[in-house]
């Protein structure tokens, strides 16, 4: 060996120094391999881990950073640990030779020795041959070992074997699910990249939210996708914490119901290996706050603007060929809209149907999703129903069925009229009633009453009617008011017909007059129901005091206090008819007011009857009806022995009893009151007239009376009551009989004045009978001269059909009026007879003997024989003689206007 100097200086020997850095090299070999082997192990490790843990679910971010972090511990830390370790650490030979301590201590020593030597100046100088000497025998001492199993604590390979196992797994799931593999490994290397983890069980892609009805079942659907590796039987999904609800598969999908929700939380979704999160809301459903439909009505209507109608209520009424449009605003902002299941356009919340023409009945339904891709809960249906123009209707108020019209009186009424669009006017028609006799011109004519307009649906309006600003005849008119509307072509709507008896002043006259006859013939039949009343209560007054308390005549003092209410019910409905009667006579001129005061008058008596007198009397028989029959504290009010000590009174009448009852008690100590004259009989009976005993009660005092009906009495009649006295149901009874004698009185008089008021209308009814005859005698002169020149100078034979029909026609109304002429003729008897005024007669007389009724009928001979020249002769003729009778009775009584 040769050992270099370099100014006696001794170096490593060269044999030495190679192989302490071929094993240096050999360390730093064996010890990367180590680290890195060590990182490797630690980062397929750490795939591996999130690799598994991607199978199971979906490993979260910071699951896979600490696994990445992790897996790099080892490249990061332990390999510059390892390379500070052995590879920094060992740059010089000393170091190197120290690592040779692990396998050879000794020669380790020696060669740190050698290196120590070479190092150091001062052993060199002491001994230069020795330290060659030393340096020459450890170099060849070292040259018999080999350094190359020396590294201390050698890991390489186990760290080899360490991370081959889990490399040969990474590489085999590599291999073998590549898909899997490399999105674990992406997923690995990148933990902060949204990379969604790989499954065998691939699903579309489900929203990260969704919002769901609120407080109702929803369904949630997860579907396989085409080119899915694994297809489960069966899924699970989960709703927050609650119990996980299992469904098999549907083909490639999974149908999920869950439970109504209230509160927003995560659904998991569990298909095989794939875990899903949705985040679910529950939220109320999109709804329809208005729905409206816009009109646009046919042209005939006329209307200045399109209808708008709210059709929340699922109806929509228009009428045939209407376009309509329906416009919807919903509470959220929509996405989507259909109208019978066709797409429609929407504007933020509103959508918009476009219009259609109505012809027909249909039904429509509206559907629609928001923003949050909720929909209806169940479609809105609106069912479209096509109308016709429905005809108006009129109606009156005020307006009686039948009613009577003087020719110059206004009678005024209201109308209603009402169509679903709009009244055009509102009018009135008449028709008179042809009669041959009374109306053989009968009037016909109308007039409009208000008009109305496109828009106005209703239309009130206030109607009059006058004949004679129309220029009707006296007569009895059809009168219909109608209405019409815009539909062309609609014929009038009438109302019901109403009867008008338009009479002339004289007519109307006669005519009120036989209705206050047929009032007072009424009037009389209560009197006498009353008089009937009354001679019943005299008949149970009568009675001794046993029989009088019996309840059966208790129950005829009950009867007979019902019947007088009735009868006063009945008086009381009389007297308002003729207040009725009353008002209609002051309409007509030919009524003075003289005798419309005294109706009046007689009126006001009557009602004082009915509404006082007749109830007071009914009171006091109900309350005799429950009397007692005891003697009453009060003394008798008749029939005492007492009247006798009176100074008799002026007395008409006949006593036909010759006996005489117990003598009188002493006069009274007070100023007797003048007697009041009465009417009175006195039978005889064979009845004991009654002895007068000393405990017998006084007579009561006499008053001042009162004029009383005759009276008609039977002496010894009846047991006298026990002390004079009589009891407090006889009391009630007398003092009704008395009330009622009283009232009857007054109603003699009131009907004696009215009978007066009648006997005075009725004479002057005949003026204006003769009147109205005379006038219709003019009336058929005038006819028949019209129609003299159609068949003046023709034979009888040669007279066509229309003046044949004429004259027919003329004769029925001559033959009427005969008629007419006749019954007055006998009604003017009748009245004469019950009157005896001789004008009367007089005017009577000349009828007879002038023989009127037969020369009228002859008249409408002469007509029909086309004798016209000689009939209107004639008729002119009787039309002066009925005028001039008619005036002959105008006078004192029978005035001219009554």
Request: proline content about 7%; overall charge negative.
């Given at each position: 060996m040769q050992l270099h100097s370099g100014h006696d200086h001794l170096e490593i020997p060269d044999g030495m120094r190679e192989r302490l850095e071929h094993f240096r090299q050999r360390v730093w070999i064996v010890k990367i391999a180590e680290g890195l082997l060590a990182a490797l192990f630690g980062l397929v490790l750490s795939y591996l881990f999130v690799f598994v843990l991607d199978r199971l679910w979906d490993t979260p971010t910071i699951v896979r950073v600490a696994c990445l972090l992790g897996g790099m511990l080892g490249l990061a830390v332990w390999f510059p640990m390892k390379m500070h370790r052995w590879v920094w650490r060992t740059q010089k030979l000393e170091q190197v030779a120290r690592l040779l301590r692990f396998s050879f201590p000794r020669l380790s020593d020696q060669m740190l020795g050698i290196i120590e030597l070479a190092h150091s100046d001062f052993e060199q100088g002491r001994s230069h041959e020795l330290?060659?000497?030393?340096?020459?025998?450890?170099?060849?001492?070292?040259?018999?070992?080999?350094?190359?199993?020396?590294?201390?604590?050698?890991?390489?390979?186990?760290?080899?074997?360490a991370a081959g196992f889990p490399l040969c797994l990474a590489l085999l799931a590599l291999l073998l699910v590549p898909a899997?593999?490399?999105?674990?490994?992406?997923?690995?290397?990148?933990?902060?990249?949204?990379?969604?983890?790989?499954?065998?069980?691939?699903?579309?892609k489900l929203p990260d939210k969704v919002y769901v009805p609120y407080s109702e079942r929803f369904d949630f659907e997860a579907t396989l996708k085409e080119d899915t590796e694994w297809s489960p039987e069966t899924a699970k999904i989960r709703y927050g914490r609650q119990r996980p609800i299992e469904t098999e598969r549907a083909g490639e999908k999974y149908e999920f119901e869950l439970p109504p929700q209230k509160e927003a939380d995560k659904?998991?979704?569990?298909?095989?290996?794939?875990?899903?999160?949705?985040?679910?809301?529950?939220?109320?459903?999109?709804?329809?706050?208005?729905?409206?439909?816009?009109?646009?009505?046919?042209?005939?209507?006329?209307?200045?603007?399109?209808?708008?109608?709210?059709?929340?209520?699922?109806?929509?009424?228009?009428?045939?060929?209407?376009?309509?449009k329906i416009r919807a605003e919903a509470t959220r902002e929509l996405t989507a809209a259909s109208f019978n299941d066709k797409s429609i356009s929407v504007d933020g919340s509103t959508l918009q149907v476009p219009g259609w023409n109505v012809t027909d009945n249909t039904e429509f339904h509206l559907r629609w999703r928001d923003n949050?891709?909720?929909?209806?809960?169940?479609?809105?249906?609106?069912?479209?129903?096509?109308?016709?123009?429905?005809?108006?209707?009129?109606?009156?108020?005020?307006?009686?069925?039948?009613?009577?019209?003087?020719e110059d009186e206004v009678l005024s009424f209201d109308m209603m009229a009402e169509d679903d669009f709009g009244v055009r006017q509102v009018g009135l028609e008449w028709e008179g009633i042809e009669d041959p006799v009374k109306n053989p011109h009968p009037a016909l004519g109308e007039t409009v009453i208000a008009a109305g307009g496109p828009e106005m649906a209703n239309l009130n309006c206030r109607a009059s009617f006058s004949a004679k600003s129309q220029g009707v005849a006296p007569q009895t008119l059809i009168v219909r008011m109608y209405v019409e509307d815009y539909l062309p072509g609609r014929q009038r709507v009438y109302t019901p017909e109403y009867v008008l008896h338009v009479l002339s002043?004289?007519?109307?006259?006669?005519?009120?007059?036989?209705?206050?006859?047929?009032?007072?013939?009424?009037?009389?039949?209560?009197?006498?129901?009353?008089?009937?009343?009354?001679?019943?209560?005299?008949?149970?007054?009568?009675?001794?005091?046993?029989?009088?308390?019996?309840?059966?005549?208790?129950?005829?003092?009950?009867?007979?206090?019902?019947?007088?209410?009735?009868?006063?019910?009945?008086?009381?409905?009389?007297?308002?008819?003729?207040?009725?009667?009353?008002?209609?006579?002051?309409?007509?001129?030919?009524?003075?007011?003289?005798?419309?005061?005294?109706w009046s008058d007689m009126l006001v008596s009557l009602k004082d009857?009915?509404?006082?007198?007749?109830?007071?009397?009914?009171?006091?028989?109900?309350?005799?009806?429950?009397?007692?029959?005891?003697?009453?504290?009060?003394?008798?009010?008749?029939?005492?022995?007492?009247?006798?000590?009176?100074?008799?009174?002026?007395?008409?009448?006949?006593?036909?009893?010759?006996?005489?009852?117990?003598?009188?008690?002493?006069?009274?100590?007070?100023?007797?009151?003048?007697?009041?004259?009465?009417?009175?009989?006195?039978?005889?009976?064979?009845?004991?007239?009654?002895?007068?005993?000393?405990?017998?009660?006084?007579?009561?005092?006499?008053?001042?009376?009162?004029?009383?009906?005759?009276?008609?009495?039977?002496?010894?009649?009846?047991?006298?009551?026990?002390?004079?006295?009589?009891?407090?149901?006889?009391?009630?009874?007398?003092?009704?009989?008395?009330?009622?004698?009283?009232?009857?009185?007054?109603?003699?008089?009131?009907?004696?004045?009215?009978?007066?008021?009648?006997?005075?209308?009725?004479?002057?009814?005949?003026?204006?009978?003769?009147?109205?005859?005379?006038?219709?005698?003019?009336?058929?002169?005038?006819?028949?001269?019209?129609?003299?020149?159609?068949?003046?100078?023709?034979?009888l034979k040669d007279i066509n059909e229309e003046s044949k029909l004429a004259s027919t026609k003329v004769d029925e109304?001559?033959?009427?009026?005969?008629?007419?002429?006749?019954?007055?003729?006998?009604?003017?008897?009748?009245?004469?007879?019950?009157?005896?005024?001789?004008?009367?007669?007089?005017?009577?007389?000349?009828?007879?003997?002038?023989?009127?009724?037969?020369?009228?009928?002859?008249?409408?001979?002469?007509?029909?024989?086309?004798?016209?020249?000689?009939?209107?002769?004639?008729?002119?003729?009787?039309?002066?003689?009925?005028?001039?009778?008619?005036?002959?009775?105008?006078?004192?009584?029978?005035?001219?206007?009554?």
């Open positions: 330290c060659q000497a030393a340096m020459r025998q450890v170099d060849e001492q070292s040259q018999g070992h080999d350094f190359s199993h020396a590294v201390p604590h050698p890991r390489h390979k186990r760290w080899a074997l899997a593999g490399g999105n674990a490994l992406v997923r690995w290397l990148m933990p902060w990249a949204h990379t969604e983890r790989y499954t065998f069980a691939q699903l579309e659904l998991t979704v569990k298909v095989g290996d794939a875990r899903k999160q949705v985040a679910v809301e529950p939220t109320s459903r999109p709804e329809l706050k208005s729905v409206a439909a816009e009109i646009v009505l046919p042209a005939y209507l006329q209307y200045s603007h399109n209808l708008q109608r709210d059709v929340r209520g699922g109806v929509l009424s228009v009428v045939k060929g209407s376009n309509v949050l891709t909720l929909t209806e809960k169940q479609p809105f249906r609106v069912s479209v129903v096509a109308m016709d123009d429905r005809a108006p209707t009129v109606l009156c108020d005020k307006l009686a069925r039948v009613q009577i019209l003087l002043p004289e007519e109307h006259a006669i005519w009120l007059t036989s209705q206050m006859r047929k009032w007072f013939r009424q009037a009389q039949e209560v009197y006498r129901q009353e008089q009937q009343l009354h001679e019943t209560n005299k008949e149970l007054r009568a009675l001794p005091t046993d029989q009088l308390a019996s309840p059966e005549n208790r129950r005829r003092i009950e009867t007979q206090a019902a019947a007088e209410q009735a009868n006063g019910r009945r008086l009381g409905a009389l007297t308002m008819a003729g207040e009725e009667l009353v008002k209609q006579a002051a309409r007509n001129d030919q009524f003075n007011v003289a005798t419309l005061e005294g009857i009915a509404n006082n007198r007749m109830p007071s009397v009914a009171d006091l028989l109900k309350n005799a009806s429950t009397a007692p029959a005891t003697p009453s504290d009060k003394p008798p009010t008749a029939g005492s022995p007492a009247d006798s000590q009176k100074p008799s009174a002026p007395q008409v009448g006949n006593n036909r009893d010759q006996k005489t009852g117990g003598g009188p008690p002493p006069e009274d100590d007070g100023k007797p009151k003048p007697p009041i004259p009465s009417i009175s009989d006195v039978e005889s009976s064979f009845n004991d007239v009654p002895e007068k005993k000393d405990g017998d009660a006084p007579p009561p005092k006499s008053g001042a009376g009162k004029l009383t009906l005759p009276v008609t009495t039977v002496m010894g009649g009846g047991k006298p009551q026990e002390g004079g006295q009589c009891s407090a149901q006889q009391e009630e009874m007398d003092e009704a009989i008395a009330q009622q004698e009283d009232l009857l009185a007054e109603f003699a008089k009131v009907a004696e004045e009215l009978q007066k008021i009648l006997d005075n209308l009725e004479g002057s009814t005949f003026v204006k009978r003769l009147k109205a005859a005379s006038r219709r005698q003019q009336e058929i002169a005038n006819d028949v001269n019209k129609s003299v020149n159609q068949s003046f100078g023709v034979s109304r001559e033959k009427a009026q005969s008629d007419d002429v006749y019954i007055i003729q006998e009604d003017l008897q009748a009245f004469f007879n019950r009157v005896q005024d001789g004008k009367f007669q007089t005017v009577l007389n000349e009828m007879k003997e002038m023989r009127v009724v037969t020369h009228l009928r002859d008249i409408g001979g002469q007509v029909v024989d086309n004798m016209q020249g000689r009939a209107i002769a004639h008729a002119e003729f009787w039309s002066d003689h009925l005028d001039r009778w008619a005036e002959q009775l105008v006078g004192p009584g029978c005035p001219g206007g009554t």
